[in-house]
């Protein structure tokens, strides 16, 4: 799987290995946040066996040769550049990462015969024009950054070569997830640092936007039960799938729920809204509850509470 060291990548890993699979990790360590953050999420894996390669998605040749010589039964490709706000300032090299990166995933999973893919994408690829709630059938031809651009991209990459080379391909829809390892510029992780050290935040807009939040152990078994659905169909087939906690929250709301679990009163300071956050997002899981079993079990203030604990006990 790609993005092994990642926040979603590393606890994917460890559901993998949980399950008895034997598990080869790619990662590059790109520098959008410490080095060291990642290596502490591989280090428990590669200790229960994770066989881990330091590849990156640009390097074809490298890439290929990893999965030819691994031979998997199934790719999972998480590793991107994350992030709305920083693709805004680098957008050409977000596409370089997540478009042409995709491509040469899915050639390299092509040259050694893989047929089966699941895809990491995003929610926001729906942009500000899908109406609530967020349906898989919706067009998002309007994405409103270059990571949605990036993603959308890469869905319809793995639709194309699905269709050309009868690969079987899951593309997952992640809404705001959240957990312990969470990355640092993600607001929850923010949020919970600064207030606990008494320090401003910075909320953007008029605390109203919403965001779908999602813990992550709800979304691994979302992943998971993605893969078993792509291996077990036909040949040329790619579906899309939404994993979202189907209860958006707004901002100020999140940052309430937060006081209450650290103790603490946020000193908030405001901010114009920020060019290509998307105004609200909100997963309908019909289908993926119907084909994937998803349900989320985790309600927002039991997964901050464990967020975090697992912050208290890294410091």
């Given amino acids: 799987m790609t993005g092994a060291a990642g926040f979603i990548g590393s606890h994917l890993c460890g559901a993998l290995l949980d399950r008895g699979d034997v598990v080869v990790g790619l990662d590059n360590f790109d520098p959008f946040y410490p080095r060291r953050l990642k290596e502490r999420n591989l280090a428990p894996l590669t200790a229960r066996g994770l066989a ?171 992943v998971l039960a993605a893969g078993e659905v792509v291996a077990g169909a036909a040949a040329g087939s790619h579906r899309i799938w939404n994993l979202g906690g189907s209860r958006p929250v707004s901002l100020l709301d999140l940052v309430r729920k937060i006081e209450v679990v650290v103790g603490r009163s946020a000193e908030i300071t405001w901010a114009p809204p920020q060019m290509g956050d998307v105004d609200r997002t909100c997963a309908d899981t019909t289908r993926s509850h119907a084909e994937l079993g998803f349900t989320p079990r985790v309600v927002l203030e039991e997964g901050l509470a464990r967020q975090w604990t697992w912050y208290r006990q890294q410091r």
């Fill in 52 to 222: 881990f390669n330091e590849v990156d998605l640009r390097d074809a040749e490298s890439l290929r040769g990893v999965i030819v010589e691994a031979k998997p039964d199934r790719i999972f490709h998480l590793a991107a550049l994350a992030g709305v706000r920083p693709s805004m300032q680098r957008p050409a090299a977000y596409a370089e990462v997540n478009v042409t990166g995709t491509v040469h995933l899915l050639e390299a999973a092509r040259s050694a015969g893989v047929r089966d893919v699941v895809f990491a994408s995003s929610s926001s690829v729906y942009g500000n024009c899908s109406a609530v709630p967020f349906r898989e059938t919706d067009a998002c031809t309007e994405p409103i950054s270059p990571y949605a651009a990036t993603k959308r991209s890469g869905e319809l990459l793995c639709g194309t070569w699905a269709q050309l080379f009868g690969m079987s391909i899951g593309s997952l829809r992640f809404f705001t997830v959240y957990g312990p390892a969470q990355r640092p510029d993600l607001a929850i992780a923010q949020f919970l640092a600064r207030v606990s050290a008494g320090d401003p935040i910075t909320l953007f807009g008029d605390g109203t936007t919403s965001r779908d939040y999602t813990y992550v152990d709800d979304v691994i078994r979302g």
